[in-house]
């Protein structure tokens, strides 16, 4: 008589019986994304205090551009003047739709010639 078992392909399922069986493998395997989540949290709150502090300096130089605009000093208004201009370029995190201009394609407008 032939005795038929059923084959198991799932990998994980085995892979966490051996760690269950061995405390520090497990651990090990937790190490790497726990360390990665750590990572990205950090990167991600010190993005947010960057943000924060450029958008502040921004102010801050926009406030002392619009005071040295208002000075009697002709050199000093023309400094003044172009570094306003430079406030203009916007941050890529700035950009929003309103500021993206989308052209059409120009090669979808072109047809396929036909042979004869």
């Known amino acids: ?12 399922r085995t892979a966490l019986k051996k760690a ?3 405390p520090i493998k497990l651990g090990l395997a937790a190490a790497g994304p726990a360390i990665g989540l750590a990572n990205l ?3 991600m ?7 924060e502090l450029r958008k ?7 406030n002392l551009t ?7 000093d002709a050199k000093i208004k023309e400094a003044a003047s172009k570094t306003k201009v430079s406030f203009r ?6 950009i929003s739709r309103d500021d993206v201009i989308t052209l059409p394609n120009p090669i979808s407008s072109f ?6």
């Not at 502040?56 to 926009?62: G, I, N, P, S, T």
Request: proline share 2%; no cysteine; charged share 55%.
């Open 1 to 12: 008589m032939i005795e038929f078992r059923q084959k198991d392909f799932s990998k994980l």
């Open 20 to 22: 269950a069986e061995d």
């Open 41 to 43: 949290s950090l990167n």
């Open 45 to 51: 709150s010190r993005k947010k205090k960057d943000t």
């Open 56 to 62: 502040d300096q921004m102010r801050a130089m926009e």
């Open 66 to 72: 619009n005071a040295l605009k208002e000075s009697t």
């Open 89 to 94: 370029k916007k941050h890529p995190e700035d």
């Open 111 to 116: 047809k396929k010639k036909r042979k004869k």
